[in-house]
Every structure is written in structure tokens, then in C-alpha cells.
């Protein structure tokens, strides 16, 4: 007997009936507003033009009554143009791309490995683990200093390491925007775990001898979500400032945080977190409009750090043997998923279509009165988003968010090839996954994008951008030698 097929009308019908139901909510105002234009257009073609001449006529208007009614128009216009926040451009942005004699294949860093904690094999099969089901390439890099055996973490060497990085993105930036050195009003750079004196933004400074007057931050210790929080303080900055250019540059620097020690919490970094920078020019211009690739929608930023297992779940200190490193914590995908929550339900408001919100509202006011077992509904961010960049901190990460907003391959496929093609990269991963949806041409005007970041603390921020024009492929990026092999499949265990 042939197998019985499933019957897919009523699936059909339903996915019809949830279309219908959107365009309807999402379209109240309007189709409510056509009955009324058409009585209006209707009663007015039923009058005829001598009954309106004589309607005109009929309706008596002083001076005085003329120019308060135009004050008040004026005076309120005034009011609104004054009080509404000036719109932030993305005009371009640069990612750093390692030179090949930095990559680190899955068989020189086992070696190193080996050498490395010849005596504690145990420690070397748990990173081989690790390795085998990050998600990470064959071409990710590590800094000149991490090739060395033992490495030589100095203080000169990270020093280079962050001026290799920083300039090289910078001098990018300056380049494809035509920005001079004088033109920048406000200079922010991020960097969690290298925090030398004098700062990276006075080096940055110095190298391209920026104004006296430029209003320069550094930010330190935020973690991997410190690129939107500078993005955020650029849009604060750019709000008070007029007439402003606004360069972000987010990095992490590896070379002086290379765990050597034999604590395994303190070892998963080692094998996620590579080379990587971005420098992000933002501006208030009105001139910059035409040729910015983004307009900043909204930043939605949460913080968890009151409760003490968020707070210790990405935490910096010494093992036994007095070897720093950064140690993660077995809760942290719990931590992560409840900041997410806590900034979802802060961000679903401001982007989600009425449709989405109805249901959920309807789904929350069922579960109160009636049943308090009925499935909660997960909005449906795809609605509201073309595109998605999460952090590529793991492949947990990128699992995790995929199951839990409910999104296709096709969603996350910028964060897997991220992780596969540069590793962890820390704030800057987020520049790297948008230029991969450029480089794929994918990129649409009016196009939404979210990014979404998490960082030490525990932090979950998330950025909401539009994009201003059609975006054309580019020549040049980090992409552009391998985007045509991309994606490509990655094994759940690649066997070493």
C-alpha cells in the first residue's frame, strides 16, 4: 500500500488566513481612511462647484484671526523640527583584514598546543574539543606574538599588535570615505582587555594628529557588545553636535590575554577568539545623506549585572597558578538567553508590525486569565527585519538564537561564515557579517538589519539599522577573495 501523503491544504490555509490577518492589522488606518475619502470625494461631486463658491463665500475671516492661526501653525512646526532627534548616517565602514602569515590552520595550533602544555595532555584533547565543534575555518588568525613558542605576550607586542589593527582600518576608512584627519569632530575606540597609557584613542590621536578640540573616548571592559555601546555614545555625541563626523574603531587586542595555563573554563577563549577591527564612520550631516549606506533606527541596551551569576559568568581573574585569563562560565548561554529576553521585550515594541504585537498581547492576556500552560508566542522578528548579524561568539550562540527567534539558514548564514572565516573578533564581528551580506549583493534599499551583541557583565545591546540606498557589491573588503566560496557547509565535528 503507498504511504499516505499528508494532507498540506490545511497547512495552506492557514498560511493564507496569517497573511491576510497581517496585511489587515498592519493596514487598519488605511483601509479604514479609503471609505472616508471616497464619502467625502462623493458628497463634494454631489454639491457642484456653485454650492463650494457659495460654502467659501459664506465663511467670514478676519486679519487677526489669519495671523494668529499662522503663528500657531508656524509656532508649532517650530516646535516639532526643533524637538526631533537629528538623524544618524552610517556613511561607511572598514573591516581589518590579517595578512596570511598570521593564519593559524586547526594543525599548527594543536602543535602549539601540544608544546605548550606538554605536561597537562588532558587540557590539550579538551581544546582539540573545542576546536572540533566551534565552527571556526582553516583561515583564521592570530597575532605575530601567539606564533611564538611559548608566546611572548609583551607589552610592546600587543602595542603592535593594536596599531597594526587600528591604523590599518583607519587608514581603509580614510580612504574609501574621503574623510580627512581634520574633518573628525568625535573619536570613540573599544577595547575590553588592552587598555595601555597613554589610550588607543590618543594613539590614534597622535598617528593622524587630530584636532585639539576633538572629543575623544576610549572604552574598556565591556566585552564583546562594546561596538553598539560606542555606536550608542556616537549617537548621543552626534545629537548635541551639529554639523559632526563621528569614527567608532572596535578591536580586541589577543596578544597580551593568550591564556597559558591549564584551567579549562580559561582555555575555551584561546580557541574562539582571533585577529579582528573595524572603524565605522557615522554622521549628522545633511550633506551625507545621498552616499550614506545606513540610517541608525534604534539602540536598545540591557544590562544584568545586578544578578551575581551574570555578573561572574565572563570574568577575568587568576588560576591556581596565578596565570590571568578569562574564564566562562557553564551558565552562560542560560545568562545570554535571559538577556535576550530582557532586551526583546524592550526592542519588540519599537520595530515588530501591529500584527505581531496584537498576537502577542493576545497570547499574554490568554495565558493570565485563562491558562497560564498555553505555549507563550514568539514574535516573528522576520516580519520586521531582512536581515540578521549576531555576534558570532560560538556556535552555541548562533544555534541558540537561530531556535529561539525561530530563524532559517539563510538568516544566520552571515554569523556562521563569520565564525568559520574570521573566528570570535569580539565587537567588531557584527561589521564583518554586514559586509558579508553586502559582498552576496544582498543588501536592498530599505532594507532593516538588527544586529545583536552580547558582552561581559552581562550585557545584551542590539542596534537597529535601514538601509539608505542599494547597496552594489563591492570590489574590495574582507570578503573579497573568498565570498564566492562562501557559504559552505560546516560539519557538526570536524575530526582533527
Known amino acids: 500500500m503507498p504511504p499516505i501523503l499528508p494532507d498540506f491544504s490545511n497547512s495552506v490555509k492557514l498560511k493564507y488566513v496569517k497573511l491576510g490577518y497581517q496585511y489587515l492589522v498592519n493596514h487598519i488606518l488605511t483601509l479604514l481612511l479609503i471609505p472616508v475619502m471616497v464619502g467625502i470625494v462623493i458628497e463634494l461631486l454631489r454639491l457642484g462647484p456653485d454650492e ?25 512646526a517650530t516646535v516639532y523640527f526643533m524637538s526631533k532627534p537629528r538623524s544618524i548616517y552610517l556613511v561607511d565602514y572598514t573591516c581589518y583584514k590579517a595578512p596570511v602569515t598570521c593564519r593559524v590552520p586547526f594543525s599548527t595550533f594543536m602543535e ?11 587540557s590539550v584533547e579538551f581544546q582539540m574539543r573545542i576546536l572540533e565543534r566551534s565552527g571556526l575555518g582553516e583561515e583564521t588568525c592570530l597575532p605575530p606574538a601567539i606564533h ?14 593594536a596599531e597594526l589593527i587600528i591604523f590599518s582600518a583607519m587608514d581603509a576608512l580614510l580612504k574609501k570615505t574621503g574623510l580627512k584627519p581634520r574633518d573628525i569632530d568625535i573619536l570613540i575606540v573599544n577595547c575590553s582587555l588592552f587598555s595601555p597609557t597613554p589610550s588607543l584613542s590618543a594613539m590614534v590621536i ?24 560606542s555606536i550608542d555614545l ?25 591564556y597559558q595555563g591549564k584551567e579549562r573554563a580559561m582555555l575555551l577563549p584561546n580557541c574562539l577568539f582571533r585577529m579582528g577591527g573595524a572603524a565605522i564612520l557615522l554622521s549628522n550631516r545633511r550633506s551625507e545623506r545621498r552616499r550614506a549606506k545606513y540610517r541608525l533606527v534604534h539602540v536598545v541596551r540591557t544590562h544584568k549585572g545586578a544578578d551575581d551569576k551574570a555578573y561572574r559568568c565572563v570574568f577575568e581573574e587568576e588560576d591556581r597558578e596565578g596565570k590571568v585569563g578569562i574564564s566562562l562560565s557553564k551558565d552562560l548561554m542560560a545568562i545570554a538567553g535571559e538577556a535576550l529576553k530582557s532586551n526583546i521585550t524592550t526592542i519588540g515594541p519599537l520595530v515588530l508590525p501591529a500584527s505581531e504585537q496584537l498576537l502577542f498581547l493576545m497570547t499574554l492576556i490568554g495565558r493570565k486569565i485563562f491558562n497560564p500552560k498555553w505555549k507563550p508566542y514568539i514574535p516573528d522578528f522576520k516580519q520586521a527585519f531582512e536581515h540578521f548579524c549576531i ?14 527567534l ?17 573566528g570570535n573578533t569580539s565587537s567588531s564581528s557584527l561589521w564583518y557579517e554586514l559586509s558579508y551580506i553586502e559582498a552576496k549583493g544582498r543588501m536592498k534599499k530599505g532594507d532593516r538589519v538588527w544586529q545583536i551583541a552580547f558582552g561581559s557583565g ?22 573579497e577573495d573568498c565570498v564566492d566560496r562562501y557559504p559552505v557547509h560546516i560539519p557538526e565535528i570536524v575530526k582533527l
Open 52 to 76: 463650494l463658491i457659495n460654502l467659501w463665500k459664506s465663511l467670514h475671516f478676519d486679519l487677526v484671526q489669519i495671523l494668529c492661526s499662522s503663528f500657531l501653525i508656524i509656532f508649532v
Open 234 to 258: 556616537a549617537r548621543d555625541l552626534l545629537q548635541v553636535h551639529p554639523n559632526s563626523n563621528a569614527v567608532v574603531v572596535s578591536t580586541e587586542i589577543i596578544t597580551p590575554n593568550y
Open 112 to 122: 602549539h598546543s601540544r608544546l605548550i602544555l606538554k605536561d597537562n595532555p588532558k
Open 458 to 479: 552581562f550585557k545584551c545591546n542590539s542596534a537597529v539599522w535601514k538601509c539608505n540606498r542599494t547597496i552594489k557589491t563591492p570590489t574590495d573588503g574582507p570578503w
Open 406 to 422: 525561530q530563524l532559517s539558514a539563510e538568516h544566520v548564514e552571515a554569523s556562521r561564515m563569520t565564525l568559520h572565516r574570521f
Open 148 to 161: 611564538y613558542i611559548p608566546p611572548k605576550p609583551t607589552m610592546e607586542a600587543a602595542r603592535g599588535e
Open 206 to 229: 597622535n598617528k593622524y594628529k587630530l584636532r585639539s578640540n576633538i572629543k575623544s573616548f576610549n572604552l574598556s571592559g565591556m566585552g564583546c557588545s562594546a561596538g553598539l555601546i
Open 391 to 404: 555576534h558570532a561568539g560560538g556556535r552555541a550562540v548562533i544555534d541558540e538564537l537561530q531556535k529561539n
